[in-house]
């Protein structure tokens, strides 16, 4: 049964720690920095590998899976890319008993170890495109750790692909970054704000970084998938060369993209509530608690939920019955809304009387009597769908409601303490920087949602919110995660 | 297209190599002892994962995420388990740029991790049983390395459960020992041994190990899965009790059970031949290929060709076309033998006439003509489970024709040369020991399966193959990999 939780409003991290301990989702463990991902928190996890991995086969990607450790000598072959990275790895330096003549990393990314290997499968343009997918455990060792958002280990996929022209090799980053936006909206319930990185919050080794950005409900940002024009540097860096349609010697053009468990976390800050894991249903292993009041004939109300179980299964509504009388019904409920259950059926003997339940949704409580009838199975349905759709909006309406046009330094300081906050910046590294030490905010993406950008008038141009100076356009900035 | 595979007579390792290389199953990376499990060979490893992910679900099992990582200390809490893990692990010793305080090894196993977890969550028999499943990657310290079947580091699945008594624990050891049992023989169509381990040949922590082993085609033994019963070993280690039905305090019982990528070795050494892969239907992830003879009307043949597909894909049967211009049809039959696809249908113009087309089986090159009509994809499927079902009789067959039973020592030394030997052993480590010396066999199993045991007498009593000593029962001698 849950141990209290923390209220949001009285303090939001120690709400989001209480949670993700009480709903048994994750666990520090005794390695630093490292967590275990428990089966609640693993459940959602694998709807969520089943849904991406069923979305990267259908844009034509395979998977493979590459070494997770990496010579130190490949690491450095990127110039930005080791800088990027080298001083947040783990560095195994002996193995079976001896000294290593060279150490190994463990992969923080897996760009390097796989160029090494397209060098050796690319000699034509006749091989590519090259469109592969890993899904693996990735480390980078982080000073302060938070379940789920930023752990030294954490799992992962990373999409790499090799392309014959600079043409093809942006089409595959917006169509990745579109994958992630479709998998947040349609599946987590999540909106995104779709765009670039500035350069300063770019991939290491990347010409350019497209990201999808959540507000959380504290206001502050999430970056939730990423997608990387990687150019030609990967290439050039392991020498990987084909022979064009033309018959010239070129280096090939590379992406890579990733989404992580991190999602998991996002998950959790967009939606739960102060009694627990709010999941949409469509990442929900279990979108169905049947609770059966056992009085009088207990047998024929058992008898009844497993009935009603089973027709909800066999319609593809993942149902489960928890009839133990260990546990008393209020206890129950309790339970089942700090797992996050979607949808809880009420029946008891005079429900059954008179053929008919009491549904509970998990999102906003609200309990409707649906009647045991041909169409309960459809009902249910609905009733998922609408959750589905309720969080989508709450969570739209709650970003919209937090997101102001910042015109005045005062506005803006303002506005990053409650969420996110669109103005004006005149383009350059040196104001980016001097925001983000005053104020801890930082630029979370150049939207290139036409929807978006026209909502904001985005194109717009100004005077830069910090500097003063003339500026073409506006961006998002917010504090992140 | 397929560089040339050295035969299975002339050099069977060699042949090995070549067949994974062609085949673009796996590949050697730049990393010692690593490989780089290609497209090909990952997509049967997800098929495989599959099948099992549904069977452990089927009985009771959720999937979680431990740390890769392991402190020392921890490795080092079960005497036997450090002594047979500690010389081959991997150790990382440096991490953000700083010196460790205490070494991290990269997991070889994960029970010391794990048991590290259930110590805080098991308090009570109420916590028990736990059903735990893990995927993940392992790293064991390769001298000598061969793909799939030994590589430095490889992928697997780890069960680990804990239970309230130890009847229960060995349950759910044989339960696990059965389904790999099953896996093998309905999926990968490869008879397998059930049994017990010697004592110097189980795993190091266990009290009892039980495998399944399997004949590969040069006669040698392959261990395709194993199931340990714990004992309150690693429950001891980290002093890990509860509190019993009865009130009392006791320690927890425990079980682990895997299986590797090693598997996808097994299965092209049990079923393949000199021209590539052979797959078994039920893990091929493309089980169809439709071959258009572009003769004619091009697009007429095409457009049947698709047509054919789309109606066994609906029918749920994996199907594929191959109509490109740029190889000929005899390079696009060799090159799907080499990948291993099961069916080949081959459809020109004269077979749309005459309503019918070609189809070729993998197993037995064996073509047969199949009508264009209402009961093909019927007759598709039968043939898919034909091949599946042939492919297992097949290996069986083999098995029982490269199994002898010895009863003299020259018997015995020419038998593990050939295949597995059945034969009477004294139950002593010593001369297990000097059998292993003196002929690189080992014993494989003590096999527990009643129908096995039978049809070798295994149960008669007799004397020990080599020393002579009295001899309560037969135990599988073979060379393994």
Redesign the interface.
């Known amino acids: 049964m849950a141990d209290k939780i923390t209220s949001r409003q009285q303090d939001y991290s120690q709400w989001y720690i209480d949670l993700v301990r009480s709903a048994k989702l994750a666990?520090y463990?005794?390695?630093r920095g490292?967590?275990?991902?428990?089966?609640n928190?693993?459940?959602i996890?694998?709807k969520m590998q089943a849904a991406l991995d069923g979305m990267f086969k259908e844009t034509g990607h395979?998977?493979?899976?590459?070494?997770?450790?990496?010579?130190e000598s490949?690491i450095a072959k990127e110039a930005e890319h080791i800088e990027g990275f080298a001083?947040?790895?783990?560095?195994?330096?002996?193995?079976?008993?001896e000294e290593l003549a060279e150490k190994?990393y463990?992969r923080p990314t897996s760009e390097t170890?796989i160029w090494?290997?397209y060098k050796?499968w690319i000699q034509s343009y006749r091989d590519l495109p090259l469109l592969?997918n890993q899904w693996?455990?990735v480390v980078r060792?982080?000073?302060r750790t938070r379940l789920f958002l930023r752990t030294?280990?954490f799992?992962w996929q990373e999409g790499h692909t090799a392309h014959a022209d600079p043409e093809e090799a942006q089409e595959e980053v917006i169509r990745m970054i579109n994958v992630y936006r479709t998998f947040a909206e349609e599946y987590m319930a999540m909106p995104v704000i779709v765009g670039k990185k500035s350069e300063s919050e770019k991939f290491a080794g990347a010409d350019a970084t497209y990201c999808i950005e959540a507000m959380m409900q504290d206001g502050k940002a999430l970056q939730a998938g990423t997608s990387h024009n990687l150019g030609q540097n990967f290439a050039k860096a392991f020498d990987c060369q084909f022979q064009t349609k033309e018959g010239v010697l070129d280096y090939v053009w590379a992406t890579s993209w990733g989404v992580s468990t991190r999602l998991i976390g996002a998950l959790i800050m967009a939606h739960s509530d102060d009694k627990g894991l709010v999941l949409p249903p469509k990442l929900a292993s279990r979108q169905v608690v049947i609770i059966p009041i056992l009085k009088g004939d207990k047998e024929e109300v058992r008898a009844h939920a497993r009935f009603i179980a089973k027709a909800l299964n066999k319609h593809g509504i993942s149902t489960f019955v928890d009839d133990s009388e260990n546990n008393s019904p209020g206890w129950k409920f309790a339970e089942y809304e700090l797992q996050g259950i979607p949808v809880r059926i009420e029946l008891g003997p005079r429900d059954i009387a008179e053929g008919k339940c009491i549904v509970a949704r998990r999102d906003t409580f609200e309990k409707t009597e649906v009647l045991l009838d041909a169409e309960m199975t459809e009902n249910i349905e609905e009733i998922l769908n609408n959750i589905q759709q309720n969080l989508y909006e709450r969570a739209l309406q709650f970003r919209q409601d937090n997101t102001v046009e910042a015109t005045t330094w005062e506005e803006f300081k303002a506005g990053v303490e409650k969420g996110f906050v669109i103005a004006h910046w005149d383009g350059t590294d040196e104001t980016e920087a001097l925001i983000k030490e005053e104020t801890k905010a930082t630029i979370r993406v150049m939207p290139t949602d036409e929807e978006y950008r026209k909502q904001y008038n985005m194109d717009e141009p100004g005077t830069c919110i910090r500097s003063g100076n003339p500026a073409t356009q506006k961006v998002v900035f917010a504090k992140a995660y």
């Open positions: 666990d463990s005794d390695v490292c967590m275990v991902i428990r089966p928190g693993y459940a996890w694998e395979v998977n493979a899976y590459f070494p997770m450790f990496i010579p490949f001083p947040e790895c783990a560095v195994v330096t002996h193995g079976g008993g190994l463990v170890i090494s290997s050796k592969i693996a455990n060792w982080e000073m030294t280990e799992l």
